[in-house]
């Protein structure tokens, strides 16, 4: 059973997936960040067609956008391995992050190479996934916590209105992709809001939706 948690910055996904997996050791929780380097060099080799098309096409990838890519492949294959030793794999910032971010940051599905490459992808992952479980809540909410929180954002500095912004738009990025997914394959899409649930209970209700799967 292969799951992500996707969602916007704040919404609690890191810390549902920490407590699913303290609750039951046999999972494995993977992200698209802290990849092994030879699996990233595999997948630099790969999209060297890719990136030739891009430039041949008048738009070069940028370093950014061709290492998130590199990083989607090769999760792409760390998630099949561990899905062979472990009942449960879990996604912190999977598939739907990743395809979303290169959506919100560089928005090039028109053109031809990428778009290709995206076709792949999306089949790839819709063969993968069996659930996405979107971890939102209210926009007050989330600014406060990406505020609050250790961890950089770009916006965490800026006012309420540029952080419901840039929200919005991953939603958008998220719905697309979502949508791209569930016509490639069976994947499956529910709902978790941890604005009104105490940790406990977000936690309750994602296993509740895990063993719903399984059954």
Request: charged residues 20%.
């Amino acid at each position: 059973m292969i799951v992500e948690l996707a969602g916007p910055a704040g919404a609690g996904k890191s810390t549902l997936v920490q407590r699913v997996i303290a609750r039951d050791a046999r999972g494995a929780a993977l992200s698209i960040w802290g990849l092994p380097r030879l699996g990233l060099l595999r997948s630099a080799i790969a999209l060297i067609p890719t990136a030739i098309q891009a430039a041949l096409g008048g738009r070069p990838l940028r370093l950014a956008e061709l290492a998130q890519m590199m990083r989607l492949d090769t999760l792409r294959r760390a998630v099949a391995r561990a899905a062979r030793h472990h009942p449960v794999v879990l996604l912190d910032e999977g598939a739907v992050f990743g395809l979303s971010w290169l959506e919100v940051f560089f928005g090039r599905n028109g053109d031809p190479g990428f778009a290709a490459w995206r076709r792949r992808s999306i089949a790839g992952w819709a063969e993968l996934l069996d659930l996405v479980v979107l971890v939102d809540a209210a926009d007050p909410a989330l600014a406060e916590r990406i505020r609050t929180r250790d961890k950089p954002h770009p916006v965490k500095h800026h006012p309420d209105a540029v952080i419901y912004g840039f929200t919005a738009t991953f939603r958008v990025a998220f719905d697309h992709v979502l949508t791209d997914l569930r016509g490639a394959g069976d994947v499956r899409v529910c709902g978790l809001a941890t604005d009104r649930d105490h940790p406990d209970g977000g936690t309750a209700n994602l296993l509740a939706a895990l063993g719903s799967l399984s059954s």
